[in-house]
C-alpha cells in the first residue's frame, strides 16, 4: 500500500465522522441509548447522574449540529421522571452559561474601558512623572486591552459552544423501548 501525504491524510480524517459508526442517526435523530438505573445520583435520586450528563454533553458537543438528539431509555425506568430531571438540570445549566456570557460581556467592556483610559492616561503622564509610573501604568492598559481581547475571542466563544451542546441537548426527543 503505498504511504498517503500529509494532505491526503488530513482530509481522511477530516472527512471520517467516527460518531456516525459509534451512534448511528436513525429517521434523522442520532439514538442515545441509556439502559439500568445510573440515571440518577447516587446521592440524591431527584438530580442526574454527573457521569451520564457529561455522556450526553460529550455527545451533543461532538456531533454535528445539524442532526438532533433522541434520547432513549431502557424499559425499567420512568420516562416522564428521568425526562424531566434531566431537563431541567440542562436548563439550570444554560441559564448559568447564559449569565457567565453576560458576565464575560460586562468584563469586556469593562476591560477595554480600563485600559483605553490607562493608556491615555500613561501617554500624558510621560512627559511629567517618572518614566518607571507611566510604563507601569502602560502596562498594566495593555493588560487590561488583552485581558478583553482573551475574553472575547477565547472563553466568550467556548461558552457559546457549551451553551449550544445544552440547547442541543433540551431538544432532544426522549422516547422509551427494549434495548437490552
Not at 451520564?52 to 451533543?60: D, F, G, K, Q
Not at 488583552?146 to 451542546?165: G, H, T, V
Request: charged share 30%; glycine share 4%.
Amino acid at each position: 500500500m503505498a504511504r498517503l501525504g500529509i494532505r491526503e491524510t488530513i482530509k481522511r480524517i477530516m472527512a471520517h465522522r467516527p460518531m456516525d459508526t459509534i451512534l448511528p442517526v436513525v429517521d434523522g435523530r442520532m439514538e442515545v441509548k441509556i439502559t439500568g438505573k445510573e440515571l440518577l445520583s447516587e446521592i440524591n435520586s431527584c438530580l442526574p447522574s454527573q457521569d451520564i450528563m457529561e455522556y450526553l454533553l460529550s455527545v451533543s458537543t461532538y456531533t454535528d449540529p445539524q442532526v438532533r438528539m433522541r434520547i432513549v431509555l431502557d424499559d425499567e425506568v420512568d420516562l416522564e421522571e428521568t425526562r424531566k430531571i434531566y431537563s431541567s438540570y440542562a436548563f439550570l445549566m444554560a441559564r448559568k452559561n447564559s449569565k457567565e456570557l453576560r458576565a464575560y460581556t460586562f468584563k469586556i467592556i469593562s476591560f477595554i474601558l480600563f485600559g483605553a483610559l490607562v493608556l491615555t492616561l500613561s501617554y500624558f503622564m510621560e512627559n511629567t512623572m517618572k518614566r518607571v509610573i507611566a510604563d507601569s501604568v502602560n502596562i498594566i492598559g495593555g493588560f487590561s486591552i488583552w485581558e478583553a481581547a482573551d475574553l472575547f475571542f477565547f472563553a466568550r466563544q467556548d461558552k457559546k459552544k457549551e451553551l449550544i451542546s445544552i440547547i442541543k441537548l433540551l431538544d432532544a426527543e426522549w422516547i422509551q423501548r427494549d434495548i437490552s
